[in-house]
Structure formats: C-alpha cells, structure tokens
Nanobody
Framework: QVQLVESGRGLVQPGGSLRLSCAASGFTFSDFAMKWYRRAPGKESEFVASISSDGGSTNYSDSVKGRFTISRDNAKKTVYVHMNSLSPEDTAVYYC?????????WGQGTQVTVSS
C-alpha cells in the first residue's frame, strides 16, 4: 500500500532554514508527480509546491516562491522541500501528497514551528 513518511520537523528562528523529507513506498515513485501541502493552526490546507515525476518541472505557491525549493531523488524514492527565510507565517504541519486516481494519498505530516 502507499506510504508517505515525512521527517525533518523542527523549531527554527525567523530567518532560519529547514529541510523536510518524504520517503515513499508502495508505488512506482518515478511515475508520479509529488506535492507538499501545509496546514497552519485554524486554517485550511494550503498547496506549497509540486514537482514532476522526472524532477524537470516545479511549481510553487506565491507565498513560498523564491524561499522554498522542492526536489526529489527517484533512486531514494524521496521528495524534499528546502525552506529558507522562514517566518512565523510558515508555522504549520507539512504533508507530502500524491494523487493516484481516484485517490489522494497523504503522509502523517511533520510539524514546523518558526518562532523566536
């Protein structure tokens, strides 16, 4: 079955950096685009970034563009998001996601807290 396991949770100061990882199993990783979403306290889930199956194409929300970088290693079946210039507004639980019709699959999420 599909499994997505996020890691890299942490508490960072404003302006800091953090890298999240999502290890995948149960499907042919190199066949699927991967996405990151986040959910901040009291808010709805928000798209963060996506990457094509071969890593050649990426897309970002306006709120993270220029600060976050999504990447993937198909040999390791892992997708990453490297987050720079973090602000308190980036505090959220971060989830990786694949869409394998007709279903969405999610990891358990990893907490990122940005605070001084």
């Amino acid at each position: 079955q599909v499994q997505l396991v996020e890691s890299g949770r942490g508490l960072v100061q404003p302006g800091g950096s953090l890298r999240l990882s999502c290890a995948a199993s149960g499907f042919t990783f190199s066949d699927f685009a991967m996405k990151w979403y986040r959910r901040a306290p009291g808010k709805e889930s928000e798209f963060v970034a996506s990457i094509s199956s071969d890593g050649g194409s990426t897309n970002y929300s306006d709120s993270v563009k220029g600060r976050f970088t999504i990447s993937r290693d198909n040999a390791k079946k892992t997708v990453y998001v490297h987050m720079n210039s973090l602000s308190p507004e980036d505090t959220a639980v971060y989830y990786c996601n694949i869409y394998w019709p007709p279903s969405d699959y999610w990891g358990q999420g990893t907490q990122v807290t940005v605070s001084s």
